[in-house]
């Protein structure tokens, strides 16, 4: 079965810190897709990023990098310089290629809620 | 580009009522998955539809069904109503191949139940 593990419910910064939001999930599939949503407080999921699970280059946007690492199934999320703008929740979810075609559905963590203070 | 829509943004019902939400796509998506999320939790799926066909189910009651329309929009209802239904409801569309499946969500419907 998929579970994805957000362990951190919580996390408290500075502007400016950089900081590692972690993500640990689980499946049986040698298929998968892994991706990473932020929810601010407005409520709308915001599409951050998409792996498959034969990529595991690690990616870099602007301030934002994503560790994919399947020795430990892990997809870490690092912010740098964090602003006051990235004060939300993030989620990270799993998916799976669905037998009957298409992908199965996205098992959410429970998200970690990220505040940044000025 | 429009992105995903819901109507409407907020409801109050009671107990024992029943309710719909709609949900236009993405332009160009063919895919509509509905979520739950409640206070302080993750999105929890309830199910899929594509090609006007329910493709794939969470594990929600027959309470909780659902629509797909040809041009791609879609519905979701909730009949008898229970305290328990008050969330946070997403739609969200994507791509059937897998090959671009990001999903992406409208702003969601919030169901509160009195």
């Known amino acids: 079965a998929q579970k994805v593990t957000q362990a951190q419910t919580e996390i408290s910064v500075v502007e400016k810190e950089d900081v590692t939001l972690d993500c640990v999930y689980e499946?049986?599939?040698?298929?998968?897709?892994l991706f990473w949503y932020k929810q601010p407080p407005s409520g709308e999921l915001v599409f951050l990023i998409r792996?498959?699970?034969?990529?595991?280059q690690n990616e870099i946007s602007g301030r934002y990098s994503w560790n994919f690492q399947k020795s430990t199934s892990s997809f870490n999320f690092t912010i740098t310089a964090s602003q006051v703008v990235d004060s939300a929740v993030y989620f990270c979810?799993?998916?799976?290629?669905?037998?009957?075609?298409?992908?199965?559905?996205?098992?959410f963590g429970k998200g970690t809620k990220l505040t940044v203070n000025p | 580009d429009a992105g995903v829509t819901q109507s409407p943004t907020h409801l109050i019902k009671t107990r024992g009522q029943q309710v719909t939400l709609r949900c236009s796509p993405k332009?160009?998506?063919?895919?509509v998955s509905w979520y739950q999320q409640a206070l302080g939790q993750g999105p929890q799926f309830i199910f899929q539809?594509?090609?006007?066909?329910?493709?794939q189910r969470g594990n929600f009651p027959d309470r909780f069904s659902g629509h797909q329309f040809p041009n791609y929009s879609s519905e979701l209802n909730v009949n008898a109503l229970l305290l328990g239904d008050s969330a946070l409801y997403l739609c969200?569309?994507?791509?059937?191949?897998?090959?671009?499946?990001?999903?992406?969500f409208g702003p969601g419907t919030r169901l509160t139940v009195l």
């Open positions: 969200a569309s994507s791509f059937f191949d897998p090959k671009y499946n990001e999903q992406f």
């Open positions: 499946t049986r599939d040698t298929t998968y897709y």
């Open positions: 792996r498959n699970s034969f990529d595991e």
């Open positions: 979810a799993l998916s799976e290629e669905a037998p009957q075609g298409g992908s199965e559905k996205l098992v």
């Open positions: 332009s160009g998506h063919d895919t």
């Open positions: 539809y594509y090609e006007e066909e329910e493709r």
